[in-house]
């Protein structure tokens, strides 16, 4: 029987769940919500790369990207900023979704599935 490990837990969610040697993240939003498409999206990034670190694997292992994004028209500023994370890794599959999140002031909400290393 696997082994479910959850990680940066409170009432509502787990940031990170681990289930044999998968990791969910739960969706990374930005700290700053004042800053524009790229500023969030680094953000966001930053918070995928800790959170998979919690699970002991890295960008590198990434499976699948879920991104939720207010404005179509930053999907192209969006686009760069993940060109620019992802330079010297091979992307996951990803779908981006225009979506109304929860705060209006985020940009960009994103969850990943990835494997352990």
Partial sequence: ????????????????????????????????????????????????DKALALAGT?????????????????FE???NAWKEWMAGSTPPVRATIQANLVNPNWLVEIMVTAAQS
């Fill in 58 to 74: 890295d960008k590198n292992h990434l499976l699948s990207a879920q991104v939720f994004i207010k404005n179509l028209e930053d």
């Fill in 1 to 48: 029987m696997s082994i479910i490990q959850k990680f940066d837990s409170n009432d509502t969610l787990s940031e990170v769940a681990v289930h044999g040697s998968v990791v969910y993240l739960a969706g990374q939003v930005p700290d700053d919500d004042s800053l524009d498409i790229a500023g969030q999206s680094r953000q966001v990034f930053a918070n995928i």
């Fill in 77 to 79: 500023g969006f686009n």
